[in-house]
């Protein structure tokens, strides 16, 4: 299995800014779609960003134009920035493939609040 390590989350206040970053291990990363996935308590896990091999991009609607999702296929890294914040932003970020495989990292924490 390849090792899915998520960070940067944190608390912000509506209209801020984050850049999470996702580290996949694997000899074969630069070969797979990637995409940011988010879920908050009581609801499903949604695809909210996706970045195709080669560079291809596509969005949820809701973060169009405010979240941008990029790779590092040399460093084995997948960013996803995103700017102008809202509270309903709030969830767990999760990285993983598009589609995505059998199992999961921890997910990093983004609150949205005042």
């Known amino acids: 299995q390849v090792q899915l390590v998520e960070s940067g989350g944190a608390l912000v206040q509506p209209g801020g800014s984050l850049r999470l970053s996702c580290t996949a291990a694997g000899r074969l990363f630069r070969f797979y779609a990637m995409g940011w996935y988010r879920q908050v308590p009581g609801k499903q896990r949604e695809l909210v960003a996706a970045?195709?091999?080669?560079?291809?991009?596509r969005y949820k609607e809701s973060v169009q134009g405010r979240f941008t999702i990029s790779r590092d296929n040399a460093k084995n890294l997948v960013y996803l920035q995103m700017n102008s914040l809202k509270p309903e932003d709030t969830a767990v970020y999760y990285c993983?493939?598009?589609?995505?495989?059998?199992?999961w990292g921890q997910g990093t924490q983004v609150t949205v609040s005042s």
């Open positions: 970045i195709s091999s080669g560079g291809n991009t």
């Open positions: 993983n493939g598009d589609p995505a495989w059998g199992y």
